[in-house]
């Protein structure tokens, strides 16, 4: 029951992963097409074209967008780097514990991510009464909205990508736990089996 369980959420998160990680390159590509047009305009302001207006601000926030929405596909897949050379020589059990200890520490690294995002964005967003903002966790209400400099853009959205991403890498990392308790156990099952 609880291998197929497993299984079912594991698929569910690999397809909410995938798009999220699709969506995260296609947000590199739009800036990357920004940067391209906006070094063409500054260099040929001669012939009647120029740069595009906040275009470092719109990369700037794109870039964050973009590494938040690759980290659950990341932590999914074993994406993160590791110390193969040595972690290799040890037996399976081990390996199969220190992948536990790893992902374990990833979870709480995701977690912390999480709430200080969403703690960032609370301090700038301007919403709410302030009975619903201590409710969420918001803080003071900000006098103003703080926006970004050229184009005017409040800076709370880019944080709200971002606050999304990071709690899907967040259950990930649950998830991710989960598995490696899983393995582990089985592991044991088949050394007392055996």
Not at 48 to 71: M, N, Q, R, Y
Not at 119 to 145: C, H, I, N, V, W
Not at 146 to 160: C, K, N, R, S
Request: proline share 3%; net charge positive.
């Amino acid at each position: 029951m609880l291998p197929q369980l497993e299984r079912r959420v594991g698929k569910l998160l690999g397809f909410i992963s995938r798009w999220f990680a699709y969506f995260g390159g296609a947000v590199l590509i739009a800036i990357a097409l920004i940067t391209v047009v906006s070094v063409i305009g500054r260099a040929l302001t001669g012939f009647g074209l120029e740069p595009i207006k906040g275009d470092f601000e719109l990369v700037e926030i794109g870039s964050a967008v973009a590494v938040f929405s690759f980290l659950p596909w990341c932590q999914l897949n074993r994406g993160h780097v590791t110390v193969d050379i040595l972690v290799r020589h040890f037996s399976s059990r081990v390996q199969q514990l220190l992948e536990l200890l790893g992902n374990s520490a990833i979870c709480v690294i995701a977690a912390v991510i999480t709430w200080r995002l969403w703690m960032g964005m609370g301090e700038r967003f301007t919403f709410f009464s302030q009975e619903t903002r201590d409710a969420l966790g918001f803080g003071y209400k900000p006098f103003s909205a703080e926006e970004t400099f050229i184009l005017g853009l409040p800076t709370w959205y880019g944080y709200a990508l971002g606050v999304v991403s990071a709690l899907l890498f967040t259950v990930v990392s649950l998830y991710t736990v989960w598995r490696s308790v899983n393995t582990l156990r089985s592991t044991e099952v088949s050394h007392v089996g055996s």
